[in-house]
């Protein structure tokens, strides 16, 4: 075991594993898995590797940049937020806050500057205009979480290294490496279970990753996940099979939801055998420990929230839920309120609503793919300005193009971002991060979804440029910017008063003036992570008791390891009813519309996506090490489906839906469901400012998918299941 190099927890995904970064004169010579970290065990994929290639990228951003006639100049970080100052201010003064929206992108969660800091800015905006990748991603699972046990981040996770089966449903954690539910070497915990006698079941259309190392796949037919999960849940009750445990209210109301929904009927839209399905749901109950982990391919589907309580209703009436070996709940040492005392009161959605569509709220936020018509469309309150923070929603949402013109039509765009790509090359200013090695990090919200307790923290690693503002420097200028605040203050004074502000906010008056002193005068994330780890559940409380500061946890070499999951109910519960809510009445809502999509004719082909291992989304494709090797942008064509439309390997295929068309390279493989289609996401025009992602862009799935289909409840848009014709070129 060797502990060579310095400590840094990798921010490219939320597996969050540990790697042991050697440096030489400023140099990254070696990256490697962290072996000593129990939370990580060593395990690295290659984008941790391309850390290497991403710090040393010529093409990302390390200066200001403000657009002058048409053409990105450098600028210094004054003349930065003066020329936001200009140009913002007079909107917002004239044409109130919701004429400034803000849309967050995925890299958010991994740069603690950015996730601790934003709400700042969001609150200062006081926009209803707020946007996010969750509307293209986790927000139904959020949501019934929320709804079932009262918060949303309150998301159980397998406890897959304890546990004898493992349902996995619409997710592919050997290339994902795991989402909401932060697992490094998924692939090697899946093979331990199956070596220990357990029983990995994989459903997807595809045989993915990880159901080549399943016992069992399922290809369902895309968009079949509610009938599957409802005829499971319909088969346990019918059967007998049910073992609900404890703390669960509403069992009857769920019997009866999923009462319509027996195998026999459902097994044509799942397209699957309805024996196949009962028996399923039998091996689910006969094991001794399970868990059913569902994830973006049950999320993003009409039904995506419906699916989401679904599965974990499975595991409550199977008696998994927050049992070893089961779903459990993670307990965060720092920013989780779900840890902390405080109101049951369940959660709400639709306080306010979008102005176009209507749609409603969720969590603070509305559908991203509604981001364009609030641009677009006249009126008051029309959105002319936008503050775009870590997001590439030109290719990664839906309708891309015509978000592509909205951007173009702004009178003011500013983004915080690394490169100059489709989305930012609409940008006035652009405000880059420091290189992820030059920052400190905490996983702040990846604790909160982790396989197992842990408090860690990594330290920057390379001096940053004293002239380039860190991300949460930007942040807290842009907030007082907006508020008419002296935005030039010493960043120490404006970081002195949200830190006076979160210490007022959990602490009685007499308590604030010594534990303000306690986290001492460095300006900075590090005094908000210390203030969230003392008075977190293993806090010391500021000496009130012995427990964690993150003195310690700095002094420990890969941080502190707090221990295997532990159950948590009915301590964590924040539903009105202090129970588990089997069946919240948003959900039972959907029985009608739910019958009705059973009734309808299946599209005879469909499009579906996919994640590659070697690629993240849509910003790590400028990195030469990843990019290498084979085309990854390619169709993949089930034999069968090749010969009905005249197509061949290598060949060009048009692809029609009712949101675009394209030509994509047709890749035959017998992996894929006949009558489905896969394409990967993230790729088309990277925009001018990548110039080895530019070399092959690949063309950009999410310009072939309709821009207002969503799950309705959570304001998640349709990225799979969508009807597709083919033909040849
Ligand atoms: N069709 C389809 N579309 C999808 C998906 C799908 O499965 N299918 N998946 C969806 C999902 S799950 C997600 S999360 C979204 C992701 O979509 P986005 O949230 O748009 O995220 P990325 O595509 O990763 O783009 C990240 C942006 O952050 C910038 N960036 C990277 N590092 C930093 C940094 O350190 N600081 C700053 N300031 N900026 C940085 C990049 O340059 C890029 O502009 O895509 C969604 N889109
Ligand atoms: N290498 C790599 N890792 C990543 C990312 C990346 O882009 N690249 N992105 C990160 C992000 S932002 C996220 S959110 C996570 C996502 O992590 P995962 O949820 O594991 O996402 P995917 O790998 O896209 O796996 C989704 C699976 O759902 C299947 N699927 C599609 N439609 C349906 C359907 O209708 N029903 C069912 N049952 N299955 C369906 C797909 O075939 C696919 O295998 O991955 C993260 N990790
Ligand atoms: S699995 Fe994710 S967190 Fe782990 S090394 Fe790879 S990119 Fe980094
Ligand atoms: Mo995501």
Not at 416 to 441: F, G, K, M, Q, W
């Amino acid at each position: 075991m060797s502990s060579a190099g310095q400590f840094r927890i990798c921010p490219l995904c939320e597996a969050a594993c540990g790697l042991r970064i050697e440096i030489q004169n400023q140099q990254v010579q070696r990256i490697r898995g962290a072996d000593d970290d129990p939370f990580s065990a060593g395990y690295i994929c290659p984008k941790a590797i391309a850390l290497k290639d991403l710090h040393e990228d010529p093409d990302r951003l390390r200066r200001p940049l403000v657009k002058r006639d048409g053409r990105f100049v450098e600028v210094s970080w004054e003349e930065a937020l003066a020329e936001v100052e200009r140009r913002l201010l007079p909107i917002l003064r004239e044409q109130g806050a919701d004429s400034v929206a803000a849309v967050v992108g995925n890299p958010v969660v991994h740069r603690i500057g950015l996730l601790n800091y934003f709400p700042r800015v969001a609150r200062s905006l006081g926009t209803r205009n707020v946007f996010s990748a969750s509307t293209l991603d986790q927000m139904p699972k959020q949501l019934a979480c929320g709804l079932m046990f009262g918060h949303w981040l309150s998301v159980p996770v397998p406890d897959v290294d304890r546990s004898d089966f493992l349902l996995v449903i619409g997710a592919n954690p050997v290339a994902s490496n795991g989402s909401m539910w932060t697992v490094p070497d998924a692939k090697g915990r899946l093979k331990a279970l199956r070596a220990r006698g357990g029983r990995l079941v994989v459903v997807d259309p595809r045989r993915s990753e990880t159901a080549e190392l399943a016992d069992q796949h399922l290809a369902i037919r895309p968009g079949g996940d509610p009938f599957l999960l409802a005829a499971l849940a319909h088969t346990l009750f019918d059967e007998g099979l049910a073992r609900p445990g404890p703390h669960l209210q509403g069992l009857e109301l769920l019997r009866d939801f999923v009462a319509p929904f027996p195998p026999e009927r459902v097994a044509d839209a799942c397209g699957l055998e309805a024996a196949t399905i009962r028996q399923l749901a039998r091996d689910l109950a006969a094991a001794p420990r399970a868990v059913v982990y569902g994830r973006i391919g049950t999320c993003t589907q009409r039904f995506g929230t419906v699916n989401s309580w679904l599965v974990d209703a499975l595991n409550a009436i199977t008696g998994n839920l927050d049992r070893e070996g089961g779903a459990m709940f993670p307990k965060a040492p720092a920013f989780a309120v779900n840890t902390l005392p405080g109101p049951s009161k369940g959660v709400r959605t639709g306080r306010r609503t979008s102005r176009v569509s209507g749609a409603p709220e969720v969590y603070g936020e509305l559908p991203i793919t509604l981001l364009a018509e609030e641009i677009e469309t006249p009126g008051e309150g029309r959105v002319r300005a936008l503050i775009s923070v870590a997001a590439n929603p030109c290719l990664s949402a839906p309708g891309g193009e015509r978000l592509d013109r909205a951007l173009a039509s702004l009178d003011f765009m500013v983004s915080l971002d690394v490169y100059v790509n489709a989305t930012t090359r609409h940008a006035d200013v652009i405000l880059p991060s420091p290189s992820p090695l030059e920052v400190a990090h905490y996983d702040a919200a990846f604790s909160q979804l982790a396989h197992r307790n842990a408090a860690r923290w990594s330290e920057a690693l390379l001096p940053k440029d004293p002239a380039l503002p860190d991300d949460w420097e930007w942040l807290l200028r842009l907030a007082a910017l907006v508020k008419g605040e002296d935005w030039r203050a010493p960043v120490q004074q404006l970081d002195d008063a949200m830190l006076g502000e979160a210490i007022a906010a959990s602490l009685p008056e007499a308590h604030r003036a010594t534990v303000r002193r306690l986290l001492g005068e460095q300006p900075g994330p590090a005094r908000l992570v210390d203030l969230g780890l003392r008075l977190g559940p293993y806090g010391d409380q500021f000496g009130l008791r012995t427990g964690l500061n993150l003195e310690q946890v700095r002094a420990a070499p890969t941080g502190i390891d707090l221990g295997p999951l532990k159950p948590r109910l009915p301590e964590l519960l924040r539903t009105a009813s202090g129970q588990v809510e089997l069946a919240p009445p948003a959900l039972l809502a959907e029985a009608q519309a739910l019958e009705a999509a059973l009734q309808q004719a299946a599209p005879a082909l469909v499009l579906i996506g996919r994640r590659h291992l070697r690629s993240n989304n849509s910003w790590m494709h400028n990195l030469p090490t990843l990019a290498k090797g084979p085309d990854r942008c390619t169709l993949l064509v089930h034999p069968l489906d090749a010969d009905a439309h005249g197509l061949r390997d290598g060949g060009s295929a048009r692809l029609r839906t009712a949101g675009g068309e394209l030509v994509a390279t047709v890749e035959l493989s017998e992996a894929i469901r006949p009558g489905v289609i896969s394409l990967p996401h993230g790729f088309g025009d990277p925009g001018p400012g990548q110039r080895v992602a530019a070399e092959r862009p690949g063309v950009n799935l999410n310009a072939l998918l309709p821009v207002g289909d969503r799950d309705l409840l959570s304001g998640t848009a349709i990225l799979s299941g969508v009807a597709v014709t083919l033909s040849p070129v």
